[in-house]
């Protein structure tokens, strides 16, 4: 079926504290998917699941899956489209639902060699800094949200102020602080097929860490793609991340995140983060970066999640 014959059903917004990026995602994808010659709908997904199923009445060809975050991230909008028998785009439920839980994807892909920093789950509400393992500095983060949301870095004699961020039933990953490089790396790789990485983006925020507000905001971080590391860094991150990508059993493209301590010999000082099945689509986001570089457009990219969408189940 030729695009101009091709409906997409733009899925955007959700409920998740990632709602503002998936809003401007699912926008300029659509926009892109529109130039392509695709018929396209917009989504603003909500918890009413009703109007969710009518606005998939009729059913599309395809649903373009821009949310981000818990609900559109988890499996679970991948579970009402395996239901409804809709192809998507990227992952299925089941590597969706394992990469959003950080410390369930560092426990499995440790089981293939992906070393990741030590770390513990702690309830939010039992947080006070007795209960690591380990002393400061420290990262702590949800266990399962994307994009920096509600990330700390813990310093040596650093309060605990932070802690009202979450509710007390909330589960938090803390993990050793790595000193060092921020890399990312991004793959392309349908459900059976071999996966391939595109690029090493280093990622330098003038001030603080990558968090929300660095990644969102033009001019508050600077991405070098290719980063500038030793050829086995570059070769080696990629590599961690296509088999991330493949033991997860990801689709169309996955974002694997990692800390280079440059101080460890080899690359011993590569350490896994997490792997992201909905990287974003904003203008400022890497993986539409790292296609243009290696020379795709954000419309050829847009259209080969599109053209290589399915059901998993």
């Known amino acids: 079926m030729n695009a101009a014959a091709k409906t997409v059903a733009v899925l955007m917004g959700g409920w998740s504290a990632e709602r503002p990026v998936s809003l401007v995602s699912g926008e300029a994808c659509a926009q892109a998917l529109e130039e392509a010659g695709y018929c396209v709908t917009r989504i603003d997904v909500t918890h009413d699941l009703l109007a969710l199923l009518e606005a998939l009445t009729p059913p599309p060809d395809v649903v373009f899956n821009a949310l981000h975050g ?6 679970c909008i991948q579970g009402v489209l395996e239901m409804l028998r809709i192809p998507y785009t990227q992952s299925g439920v089941r590597a969706s639902s394992i990469a959003m839980d950080k410390p369930a994807t560092k426990r499995l892909l440790q089981t293939v ?23 400061a500095p420290y990262v702590v983060k949800p266990a399962a949200e994307g994009s920096s949301v509600g990330v700390h870095i813990v310093h040596p004699g650093d309060s605990w102020s932070f802690t009202e961020d979450w509710q007390p039933d ?24 071999a996966a391939k990485a595109m690029a090493v983006t280093e990622i330098r925020p003038l001030e603080g860490f990558y968090d929300y507000d660095n990644k969102y905001v033009a001019g508050r971080a600077v991405h070098d793609v290719p980063a500038r590391v030793p050829e086995k860094i570059a070769d080696e991150a990629m590599r961690l991340a296509v088999l991330a990508h493949e033991t997860l059993g990801c689709s169309g493209v996955s974002r694997s995140d990692f800390r280079w301590d440059d101080t460890l010999p080899g690359t011993s000082g590569l350490f896994f983060l997490e792997i992201n099945t909905q990287p974003g689509f904003t203008p400022l986001s890497l993986v539409p970066e790292q296609a243009a570089y290696l020379g795709m457009s954000f419309a050829d990219l847009a259209t080969w999640l599109v053209e290589g969408a399915q059901c998993h189940g």
């Open 113 to 135: 060699g992906i070393a990741s920093p030590e770390g513990v789950v702690i309830m939010a509400g039992s947080l006070d800094g007795t209960g690591v393992p380990f002393p």
């Open 170 to 193: 909330t589960r938090l990953l803390i993990e050793r602080y790595i000193p060092g490089h921020e890399l990312t790396v991004g793959v392309r790789g349908m459900s059976g097929h």
């Open 70 to 75: 818990r609900g559109g991230e988890d499996g």
